[in-house]
């Protein structure tokens, strides 16, 4: 507990910002204290000089007793003593002062005791005479007051500020992670307020996105595995029963030579399914490797349609290609399946005796498009149809796994490239990939 203390964001916002404020302060207070105290000094030296000077005038001069003349030079700031009202303080003086002293001059001292600040002293008709500050109203001792006043205060105040504003900045951080506790909890519809246009207000937007994409992502992964458990139970149903009707042996050799083909076929269904489902999650986790290479784009589509020659001489289709020269550095494997399956959908789609028209032109860019004048797609089919599993025409692709388009996508993208659909009900479509050259 004490280790999470001391590490949590909130202790160490308060230690950085009162550790650089204490530094601030002590450097200021130091800085004050040794360009302002001699100034201080010297003005009580100053001081003090004149007042003996004005004592000597009066004793001298105006012959004015010593003890008079001490008298009358007091002040509630400065006062002026003779030797008896100092018998209690052991001050001491070397030879050279008292030689000073029998001179005339005025000897300092600065911090004789712990009870007096600055003291002048001088000789006068054989009397030393003592000059010094109050106490407590001289201005070293004042300058010590506001000094002292001018670093505690503020470090109180600061240690204040400081706690209340780290406190403000760390509470939404404490309400993200929170929030965040939830989300790992599996509640995706906890929302962060945000406050202001700060970085914290961008960094709970930037939550809040994540958690809705993350709510997408939840609800297609829940609809993806809705999705497979279909596909795949729909075949394995289709298989167990036509298997157990091949056990019955009152079954003509028609009726077995149709069972067991449609067991081929279901079973070449889930044979391809098992492949596409692996190819996409290799695709989007980045385990197929991609293999950059020079090659004659307009070559490979040639060999594409070559193929695929005897389905789309089956539906009598025209072929229109109009195919430039394009040598293209990419996935040269990956994408054969992306035409390959272009292909195969437009001639699957496709009516009979229809026209299948496609083109590849390079300009400031590379584009293929394979256009055909089959049933075509409504707004929303098109909307759906790169995603896994959705099936345009469920009546009429009971054999597809829906798949198809969707690892063509996930191709086209790792190629940083473009797939874009246009149809129309009972026209045909259109697929335009743009690869950048």
Do not use: C
């Not at 030797?83 to 000897?107: H, K, L, P």
């Not at 010094?132 to 010590?144: A, E, G, M, R, Y």
């Amino acid at each position: 507990m004490k280790r999470k203390v001391l590490s949590s964001i909130y202790t160490r916002f308060i230690s950085l910002f009162l550790g650089a404020f204490l530094i601030t302060i002590i450097i200021t207070a130091l800085f004050t204290h040794f360009t302002q105290l001699d100034n201080i000094k010297s003005f009580l030296n100053t001081t003090v000089e004149y007042r003996a000077s004005s004592l000597k005038d009066l004793v001298n001069e105006q012959g004015i007793s010593v003890q008079e003349a001490s008298d009358y030079l007091s002040s509630a700031d400065l006062k002026v003593s003779t030797a008896q009202d100092f018998d209690r303080i052991e001050i001491s003086f070397s030879q050279e002062e008292v030689a000073r002293m029998e001179n005339g001059e005025t000897i300092f001292k600065i911090h004789p005791n712990n009870r007096i600040l600055i003291l002048g002293v001088l000789e006068l008709n054989g009397q030393r005479v003592f000059i010094t500050p109050d106490l407590q109203n001289n201005p070293i001792s004042q300058f010590k007051k506001f000094q002292r006043i001018t670093f505690f205060l503020p470090i109180l105040l600061g240690s204040i500020f400081i706690v209340f504003a780290v406190a403000m900045v760390v509470k939404p951080i404490k309400r993200i992670s929170a929030a965040s506790k939830q989300v790992a909890g599996g509640d995706f519809d906890v929302q962060v307020e945000v406050k202001g246009k700060d970085e914290i207000a961008d960094l709970s937007k930037n939550f809040n996105l994540m958690v809705k994409e993350l709510s997408a992502k939840e609800y297609l992964h829940k609809d993806f595995v809705s999705n497979v458990s279909h596909e795949f139970k729909t075949p394995i149903t289709s298989l167990i029963g036509y298997a157990k009707l091949l056990r019955d042996r009152d079954l003509t050799a028609e009726e077995k030579n149709d069972y067991t083909n449609i067991i081929i076929s279901e079973s070449e269904r889930l044979s391809n399914l098992s492949s596409n489902l692996l190819k996409l999650s290799e695709l989007g986790n980045g385990v197929i490797g991609f293999k950059s290479e020079r090659f004659e784009l307009d070559e490979q589509i040639r060999d594409s349609i070559l193929l695929l020659q005897n389905s789309w001489e089956e539906k009598n289709l025209e072929l229109d290609l109009e195919l430039d020269s394009v040598s293209f550095i990419g996935d040269k494997e990956l994408l054969y399946q992306v035409w390959l399956n272009l292909i195969s959908n437009a001639i699957k789609y496709s009516n009979a005796g229809g026209k299948l028209t496609i083109t590849l032109k390079k300009n400031e860019a590379i584009t293929v498009e394979v256009i055909d004048q089959g049933i075509g797609m409504t707004k929303s089919e098109q909307e759906r149809i790169f995603s896994r599993f959705y099936k345009a025409d469920k009546s009429r692709n009971t054999a597809g796994t829906g798949l198809g388009l969707t690892i063509v996508k996930e191709i086209v993208e790792l190629h940083r490239a473009t797939i874009e659909v246009e149809s129309q009900v009972g026209r045909g479509s259109k697929f335009r990939v743009t690869l950048t050259s």
